[in-house]
């Protein structure tokens, strides 16, 4: 069974002891700070929803269909966004990225139907959807160059950064409006993309040369494919959990359980702040568990969480739930790309990564419906059930190895 990123240690060169370069260091650490600046727009966005939503009195549904355009935007543009790797580089695509996100995080508040919504979360969701795929990118060549188990940390910042903004959106939340407080976030934005953008347009890509003894990358055909495709959907069925904790978890405790708006913004806080604890633990828990046992516990610590989350009768329990779902599903979508990784190379880790960032995208969009269908409670506890579905299927897939002749 491959290992999650267990590549040879680089040789010492940075100060203070520090393993990587200086160059490599003061990479690692500008794509430190755009993981953890993508979390922190997005959380900003997300934690405004329920104000957006009654500025244009939108139905659950018709809100649904308005995130739609998050999730549109995003699918297209990933599948394009490796091409635009391959032709400028995945820095200066990561910086356009984040020039984008941060212009458009603005626009939502600026909308009064929801067409209008829907329009702008377009650009939004094709930013968002380019800056996932050019920085996972980036960090892949850097990991590849460090050869240290660092991606979790990136992983860790993106939760970090998402814990702050929203920690800031459940301050902000009565007493400024969703468009000061966007417009705020947008300059914020532009500023650190401006500072630290700087390293990555001075700095290509590492290219490091494979070991002879190093197996080369299976391709994606036939059983390949077939298993990348599995451990993609376990990166969906997680990932479509964050999708519906990050649109509709402070809705919930707002509408259903009568919570301040403040309080309700803490609830994504939680839930961000206990993913960024499972990651920043999560290579001492695979060494101690190994990848299959991580996956099986991370999916049914996950159910539990927002089974507790989705039907608990006070917010404080919600609470509660919410944090244990986010400290179980910490690290299987970080876990599902290595493995898919480990067997089809970088296409794998591409593929399995749109797979899952779909699943994020597209998954508030079903919660709308099925909670006009049925009660968004109920809608909610279906991420409990594709966290169970993460779990059995990686247990299913726990010998999965690429064919020797693929």
């Known amino acids: 069974m491959p290992h999650l990123n267990k590549l040879r240690t680089a040789a010492p060169g940075g100060p203070s002891g520090n393993t990587a370069p200086l160059p490599l260091s003061r990479l690692r650490t500008a794509l430190t700070v755009f993981f953890a600046l993508d979390g922190f727009l997005f959380a900003g966005w997300v934690v405004r929803i329920p104000a957006i939503k009654q500025q244009t009195g939108a139905s659950a549904s018709d809100l649904g269909l308005a995130l739609l355009g998050v999730s549109a935007g995003a699918v297209v543009t990933m599948t394009l ?53 050019a920085m996972n990118s980036a ?7 460090l050869r240290r188990p660092v991606m979790p940390s990136f992983h860790a910042a993106f939760s970090l950064g998402g814990m702050v903004g929203a920690g800031l959106g459940a301050l902000v939340a009565g007493g400024l409006s969703p468009t000061v407080h966007l417009l705020l976030l947008a300059v914020i934005g532009l500023l650190v993309t401006a500072v630290v953008g700087r390293v990555l347009l001075g700095q290509a890509a590492p290219v490091t040369e494979r070991a002879p003894q190093d197996p080369a990358p299976h391709r994606l055909t036939g059983r390949t494919r077939r298993l990348v495709a599995v451990f993609g959907v376990i990166a969906l069925c997680t990932a479509y959990g964050e999708g519906a904790m990050a649109d509709w978890g402070a809705l919930h405790l707002e509408q259903d359980l009568d919570a301040h708006p403040g309080v309700a913004a803490i609830g994504y806080s939680l839930f961000a702040l206990a993913m960024t604890a499972g990651r920043l633990t999560g290579t001492t828990l695979l060494e101690r568990l190994g990848q299959t ?56 880790v591409a593929a399995a990564s749109t797979l899952g960032y779909g699943g994020m995208l597209l998954g508030p969009p079903a919660i709308g419906f099925l909670a006009d269908w049925f009660s968004l409670p109920v809608a909610l506890t279906t991420v409990a059930a594709l966290a169970a579905g993460a779990a059995l299927i990686g247990w299913a897939a726990r010998n999965a190895t690429a064919p020797q002749d693929a």
């Open 293 to 348: 046992r991580t996956l099986v516990a991370g999916g049914t610590t996950a159910a539990a969480g927002m089974l507790l989350g989705s039907l608990a009768p006070t917010v404080w329990l919600a609470l509660l739930g919410f944090a244990v779902a986010g400290l179980g599903l910490a690290n299987i979508f970080p876990v599902a790309v290595a493995r898919a990784g480990a067997l089809a190379g970088p296409g794998g």
């Open 139 to 145: 960090a892949v060549d850097l990991v590849a160059a």
């Open 81 to 133: 966004t490796g091409r635009l790797c391959r032709r400028f580089g995945s820095h200066p695509v990561t910086v356009a990225s984040a020039v984008l996100m941060s212009l458009s995080i603005a626009l939502p508040a600026l909308t009064h139907s929801t067409l209008a919504l829907g329009l702008v979360l377009l650009v939004f969701g094709a930013a968002y959807g380019g800056i996932n795929v």
